[in-house]
DNA sequence: CGCATGGTTGAGAGGTCTCAAGAAAGGTGG
DNA sequence: CCACCTTTCTTGAGACCTCTCAACCATGCG
């Protein structure tokens, strides 16, 4: 494998590549590896919705999704996001159990893995590992909101969640994100109703904490956010 | 490695050669590779905590355990149960995130890694990749619970977990179990208050689905506590 | 027998939900 | 560019679930 600096400077822009460096310096030919096994970007709307355990790993490139458990009268319960940068399949966690989807929150691209045993090189599998790691550490987290915070507390932690992961791939500024969620996949994802997002919304407003406008989130105050989060993660 | 025959009998009695014999068939191999790789059982008292971060990874050999993440103003949420046979630090779960403890909750005995690497042969690598995509599923299990389901529901489901499981590993009857939990615990794991798990325990004793003598729990209608546990699974 | 621990009860407060309706925002065709 | 329709957000009011506080009972152990 000899990449071309195009090719590895091109590569270097996409989200994947981004994230996975966070957990381990990644070689041109790590880079260009990772590239060679999986496909290109294929398009999706938002709604487009597919179970977990059929899917063969992917990454996802561009727009929002999010991992979804449905029970059997409708109710629904959002067991993670996934932003661009973010792979699935590659840990135990989506295949572990039927009963567990992908939706596409927003258009999104993603790139499949291509068929075939994919070995990774060392770096690339410490990289692999440190993401799966972070996914876990996520839905540890999600557990604790859930299970122990106030509908307030897990609005703040959720948005810093959300904020920390988009700087890491450099889709946030230093003060805010786009955020392209419906008030009712929010309400799905913390365990709420609609209105009461909307309310606990206007409430952290209210107190100067952040700014919506449209899909614009704005944190004003990161400090109290974080003291409102608590988890002191 | 030539086990004898009384060895591999005597292994098999332990409950976490056979939790992972439920992932994968294992030889008396490799049942002898996993025994050499793990130290004498050691004890702990009920209340003993361990950063899940600092330790080797183990098995629980016997008495009950759980993973838990405590909150900066007491609130503590448990993460997850340990039950004889269940091993902790083969996945990234508990490394994944630093202030997840484990606690005994009873008098357990478990058995640490011995130092060194462990390369554990295809079989019990595939057996281990079982018993951790496991631990993952009940995590989601839980995230669903706690997200998504009232506490009545919420018991149903976390007491139906308890009897497959110990049904996996011998320790239950078709009808019943021991659980030596206090209900502080099962409050701290359901994301409930001590006094509500009180009343949704009478409640489900009320509608003649369980009997609870001191530890001895009852499941005396299984099809109604599996619709009442929904999550359609 | 007496203390300590864990389980049970009662009453009132509070957080969150549901239902229902109205306002705003966004997209589409004329 | 406007009118219209759909989707999403916002608001209000009452109900319900769960919480907290504060006792009181049961059980087990020294």
């Not at 460096?21 to 590896?33: C, G, I, K, N, Y």
């Not at 060679?36 to 490139?61: D, I, N, Q, S, Y």
């Not at 070995?119 to 690339?124: D, H, I, K, T, Y």
Request: hydrophobic share 45%.
């Amino acid at each position: 494998v000899k990449p071309s600096a195009t090719q590895v400077s091109n590569a270097a822009r996409e989200p994947h590549v981004r994230r996975l460096s966070l957990f381990a310096t990644l070689s041109p030919e790590d880079v260009s590896e990772l590239q060679a096994r999986f496909g290109r970007a294929e398009a999706h709307k938002a709604g487009w919705t597919l179970g977990a355990a059929e899917t063969r790993p992917f990454f996802l490139v561009s727009g929002w999704a999010c991992l979804a458990h449905g029970l059997s009268d409708g109710r629904r319960q959002i067991l993670a996001f996934l932003l661009p940068g973010d792979g699935v399949g590659f840990d135990l966690l989506s295949r572990s159990r039927k009963s567990v989807e992908v939706i596409a929150l927003t258009e999104i691209k993603l790139r499949q893995a291509l068929p075939g045993a994919f070995v990774p090189g060392p770096r690339l599998a410490r990289a692999l590992a440190g993401a799966a790691a972070a996914q876990q550490g996520r839905l540890i987290d999600h557990v604790v909101r859930l299970g122990r915070q106030t509908a307030y507390e897990r609005m703040a932690h959720l948005l810093l969640e959300f904020h920390d992961r988009l700087l890491d791939i450099a889709e946030a500024s230093e003060t805010g994100f786009e955020m392209p969620l419906k008030q009712e996949v929010l309400a799905d994802a913390l365990g709420l109703s609609l209105v009461h997002i909307n309310r606990i919304l206007q409430q952290l407003r209210r107190d100067g904490l952040v700014i919506t406008r449209g899909k614009k989130m704005t944190l004003l105050n990161r400090a109290a956010l974080m003291l409102a989060a608590d988890q002191n993660a």
